[in-house]
């Protein structure tokens, strides 16, 4: 039985392009970036020509590109660093309530630590309120931190305008933005939208995992959360993945040469799917989003009645993957926070699934999901209504 794969959103397959890449450096240019002979000067080269891809598609300077483990220690390095650097000047920090767990736990961390944590709402949709945003942040504001894409239901925050009210109200205050869900789906321009920080993961745009990037503008400051060698002038030390960060560059440079058609192919799949699901299904909505806003490669649907996590184990018994949220809080036991922001029950929230997809999926595997929940949605309502009888 033929595998389809709508769990993007938590990882992605990696690409042949980016395998064959990392490949060669394993076994040939291993060399220590570090060392000053011919094979560390070989090691420090691929860096820099990753260094030089991210400059170009960002449009940012090279040496404003720190290379981590992933999106959850950028995100941690750049919360973190900035709060440590800067609480002499102020101790308040804002972000929202429909951050990934990588940064709203940091923040709940910081809190303890005795930092002041201001939490933006959002609406039906996950839109956050911009009013609010801007009468929070005060003359001791050190950062704000907002998730571009949200991982669980694709809402799209308006990080121009964002980045725009917040130097208006206090030119001081550091943005960070999470841009894991972001980057590879659309264009990002972190200086024209005055970000000063900006989250990147490679896996979730077919390269490796274990491995991430921050972009940091040349004039903030961050603290290490490393110490050692004094890598990535001091800002992460440990002797660079050379491997992983050649694969991150090189997924980065055919996810962003592919960007207009794939952003298009995979907006058709989103709607395809949900046409599908919304003429054939009874009881179906959107959460998040419509879906002309949303991002392009995630939805995220709430089948009335339905048990999401029975729903998806069904699926799975026809090898279709998809998921009931945020990979990083799967196994934890709560509600998601960002579904319950929206408004919805926990009820509801147990029943909702999100689909995400890549460049690889195709309209005969949306076709196929749709025929299979067309099958498999009517049987376990059934089984569920003969259940409150009993």
Same mark, same amino acid.
């Given at each position: 039985?033929?595998?389809?794969?709508?769990?993007?959103?938590?990882?992605?397959?990696? /690409? /042949?392009?980016?395998?064959?890449?990392?490949?060669?450096?394993?076994?040939?240019?291993?060399?220590?970036? /570090?060392?000053?002979?011919?094979?560390?000067? &070989?090691?420090?080269?691929?860096?820099?020509?990753?260094?030089?891809?991210?400059?170009?598609?960002?449009?940012?300077?090279?040496?404003?590109?720190?290379?981590?483990? %992933? %999106?959850?220690?950028?995100?941690?390095?750049?919360?973190?660093?900035?709060?440590?650097?800067?609480?002499?000047?102020?101790?308040?920090?804002?972000?929202?309530?429909?951050?990934?767990?990588?940064?709203?736990?940091?923040?709940?961390?910081?809190?303890?630590?005795?930092?002041?944590?201001?939490?933006?709402?959002?609406?039906?949709? %996950?839109?956050?309120?911009?009013?609010?945003?801007?009468?929070?942040?005060? &003359?001791?504001?050190?950062?704000? /931190?907002?998730?571009?894409?949200?991982?669980?239901?694709?809402?799209?925050?308006?990080?121009?305008?964002?980045?725009?009210?917040?130097?208006?109200?206090?030119?001081?205050?550091?943005?960070?933005?999470?841009?894991?869900?972001?980057?590879?789906?659309?264009?990002?321009?972190?200086?024209?939208?005055?970000?000063?920080?900006?989250?990147?993961?490679?896996?979730?745009?077919?390269?490796?995992?274990?491995?991430?990037?921050?972009?940091?503008?040349?004039?903030?400051?961050?603290?290490?959360?490393?110490?050692?060698?004094?890598?990535?002038?001091?800002?992460?030390? %440990?002797?660079?993945?050379?491997?992983?960060?050649?694969?991150?560059?090189?997924?980065?440079?055919?996810?962003?040469?592919?960007?207009?058609? =794939?952003?298009?192919?995979?907006?058709?799949?989103?709607?395809?799917?949900?046409?599908?699901?919304? =003429?054939?299904? &009874?009881?179906?909505?959107? =959460?998040?989003?419509?879906?002309?806003?949303?991002?392009?490669?995630?939805? =995220?649907?709430?089948?009335?009645?339905?048990?999401?996590?029975?729903?998806?184990?069904?699926?799975?018994?026809?090898?279709?993957?998809?998921?009931?949220?945020?990979?990083?809080?799967?196994?934890?036991?709560?509600?998601?926070?960002?579904?319950?922001?929206?408004?919805?029950?926990?009820?509801?929230?147990?029943?909702?699934?999100?689909?995400?997809?890549?460049?690889?999926?195709?309209?005969?595997?949306?076709?196929?999901?749709?025929?299979?929940?067309?099958?498999?949605?009517?049987?376990?309502?059934?089984?569920?209504?003969?259940?409150?009888?009993?």
């Amino acid at each position: 039985m033929e595998e389809i794969y709508f769990d993007n959103a938590a990882t992605s397959q990696p /690409s /042949s392009k980016v395998i064959d890449k990392m490949i060669d450096i394993l076994t040939k240019d291993y060399g220590n970036p /570090s060392s000053l002979h011919l094979k560390g000067l &070989e090691a420090e080269r691929h860096i820099k020509n990753t260094s030089k891809i991210f400059s170009s598609i960002l449009k940012v300077e090279e040496d404003e590109i720190i290379y981590t483990s %992933g %999106g959850t220690e950028s995100n941690n390095l750049a919360i973190i660093g900035t709060a440590r650097s800067y609480q002499r000047r102020g101790k308040h920090i804002i972000t929202s309530k429909i951050e990934h767990p990588s940064v709203y736990q940091v923040f709940n961390y910081l809190e303890e630590e005795g930092f002041e944590v201001s939490y933006i709402e959002n609406d039906s949709q %996950g839109y956050i309120d911009l009013k609010q945003l801007k009468n929070e942040i005060r &003359e001791d504001t050190i950062l704000v /931190s907002i998730i571009h894409v949200n991982n669980e239901i694709g809402t799209i925050q308006p990080i121009s305008q964002i980045g725009e009210i917040i130097k208006t109200v206090n030119t001081n205050t550091i943005f960070h933005v999470d841009g894991v869900q972001s980057f590879g789906k659309m264009p990002i321009t972190p200086k024209k939208w005055k970000v000063d920080l900006f989250s990147i993961s490679s896996h979730k745009f077919h390269g490796p995992k274990g491995v991430g990037a921050l972009y940091k503008n040349k004039d903030v400051r961050l603290r290490p959360l490393l110490f050692g060698g004094g890598q990535q002038k001091g800002l992460r030390s %440990g002797t660079e993945n050379v491997p992983a960060i050649v694969g991150l560059g090189a997924a980065a440079y055919e996810i962003y040469n592919e960007l207009n058609e =794939n952003r298009s192919h995979i907006y058709r799949l989103k709607n395809l799917l949900w046409e599908g699901i919304s =003429n054939n299904i &009874e009881d179906v909505s959107i =959460n998040g989003p419509n879906i002309k806003e949303g991002s392009p490669h995630i939805i =995220n649907i709430l089948f009335k009645d339905i048990k999401g996590e029975v729903l998806l184990h069904a699926l799975e018994a026809k090898n279709i993957f998809v998921s009931t949220g945020s990979a990083c809080s799967s196994n934890q036991p709560h509600p998601s926070d960002t579904l319950k922001s929206l408004g919805l029950t926990n009820e509801e929230i147990q029943s909702s699934l999100r689909f995400s997809f890549s460049k690889y999926n195709t309209e005969d595997e949306v076709k196929k999901c749709i025929q299979e929940l067309v099958n498999i949605i009517p049987m376990l309502r059934r089984f569920k209504a003969g259940g409150r009888h009993k």
